[in-house]
């Protein structure tokens, strides 16, 4: 499927059995119908079991959030960011050399 | 390169006479030469290095303060006919370039704090202050050096020089090397590396340690967490990895990063590094005469929105 705004080829991800399409290039989200529903109503059940106090260190093997990031960061630094696809970028293994 | 290859060759047999290694080119940019003979490596330094300021770091990696953490020299070789000073290493296993996923991150994390809570006073000095802030604002030299040399950037690549030029004028001028401006911002400085990535380790009798002390001195030891603090604020570094080489800093005793929320404390030198690593990229794309990779174009995403941010923040 490509983005209907950039025409980059966009790809599936499974947020907590909700299908979403992101763009690899704009990194816009595409959503079906009643996929953004699904999403509210998870986001609510989260919040709800969310507790006030500051969450407790992961037990190890547990999912973990993504440590937070600047404020100009990529959108993968998401509020709720426990979803832990992450995309391999060509060139990334050679910047990691370069100075 | 012929000669100097060879020049370097023989300023290794100089230490290791009668020796018969195979002679390997390992690096051979404007700004560094490194030539391997079994053993040893030989580095012809840039044609600019600062005497005084190399024989300086040179003395703060054989320190014994920084046995363990860097690399120590082996000798001093004299200078190419050019110039160049000559410094000779024992050689060291880097990093597979090949399997990034296996990066040391974590050991890295533990050798920048070991770095940094080495007492600047307990060293020989003067040490000469690091050079992040310079290699960021030469990098911003080569784009410009690109843009206006003829046949100049494609639309694209202009558009991108544009973002990465708006990002970096909203830098405070510690970060871009202004001058009268220290590389320490406004903390106290400690002792930095300069230029950290994943090139600059290697693996010496299975421990690891920091090469390449050209960079080193006193700055913001932030700007040494910074490289990888920009590749995970671009969505390159992967969240595991990141907190690996963080966790590991901390566990270390480093406090570049502050004990909770990092950015406050990296957010500057982030930036400049984010920058840096566009500036330098467009003018390689530029030079060869090719598209951006997905990881640069990621960095200069990266630009645009922190121009976007300093812009409404003022």
């Known amino acids: 499927m490509q983005c209907p705004k950039c025409h980059a080829p966009m790809h599936t991800y499974n947020r907590n059995g909700v299908q979403i399409e992101q763009c690899s290039g704009c990194r816009g989200i595409f959503l079906d119908y009643g996929e953004l529903e699904s999403l509210t109503r998870l986001e609510s059940q989260w919040t709800q079991q969310a507790p006030p106090a500051p969450p407790a260190p ?16 990529a959108p993968q630094h ?9 995309k391999h970028h060509r060139g990334f293994g050679h910047m990691l050399f370069s100075s | 390169m012929g000669t100097t290859r060879a020049l370097l060759a023989d300023a ?46 040179l003395e703060v990696a054989a320190h014994p303060r920084c046995a363990g953490t860097l690399l120590a020299p082996l000798a001093e070789a004299g200078a190419l006919p050019d110039g160049r000073r000559i410094t000779l290493w024992p050689y060291g296993e880097p990093v597979a370039p090949d399997e990034p996923g296996a990066a040391p991150w974590a050991e890295a994390g533990t050798l920048l704090a070991r770095l940094h809570t080495v007492p600047p006073a307990a ?10 802030p310079a290699k960021a604002a030469r990098a911003l030299d080569r784009l410009r050096a690109a843009a206006t040399t ?64 050209d960079d080193l001195g006193l700055g913001d030891p932030g700007w040494d ?7 995970y604020a671009a969505g390159l570094l992967a969240p595991a990895d990141w907190a690996g080489f963080l966790g590991a800093y901390r566990a270390a ?56 941010l300093s812009e409404a923040v003022g």
């Open chain 2, 12 to 57: 290794v047999r100089g230490i290791r006479p009668g020796a018969r290694d195979e002679v390997v080119v390992l690096t051979d940019r404007p700004d560094g030469t490194v030539v391997r003979c079994g053993p040893v490596v030989a580095k012809a330094h840039a044609p600019d290095a600062d005497p005084a300021a190399l024989a300086a770091r």
């Open chain 1, 78 to 86: 998401g509020h709720h960011g426990h979803h832990g696809h992450h």
């Open chain 2, 150 to 213: 003829a046949p100049g950037l494609p639309p694209r690549l202009a558009a991108a020089a544009h973002a990465v030029e708006r990002a970096w004028a909203g830098l405070p001028g510690w970060a871009r090397s202004a001058p009268g401006e220290g590389p320490a911002g406004s903390g106290p400085g400690g002792l930095c590396h300069g230029d950290f990535h994943l090139g600059q380790l290697v693996r010496l009798q299975d421990r690891w340690l920091l090469i390449d002390v």
């Open chain 2, 253 to 308: 005793g480093g406090t570049a990063a502050g004990p909770d929320d990092p950015w406050p404390r990296l957010d500057v030198p982030a930036r400049a590094l984010t920058v840096q690593t566009a500036a330098l990229a467009l003018a390689k794309a530029a030079a060869a005469e090719r598209a951006l990779d997905e990881a640069e174009e990621a960095m200069v995403d990266a630009c645009v929105r922190v121009a976007r």
């Open chain 1, 58 to 73: 992961p037990a190890p093997g547990a999912p973990q959030a993504y440590p937070a990031g600047p404020a100009w960061g």
């Open chain 2, 123 to 132: 060293l020989p000095g003067p040490v000469p202050p690091m050079r992040g």
């Open chain 2, 225 to 231: 967490l910074a490289r990888p603090a920009a590749w």
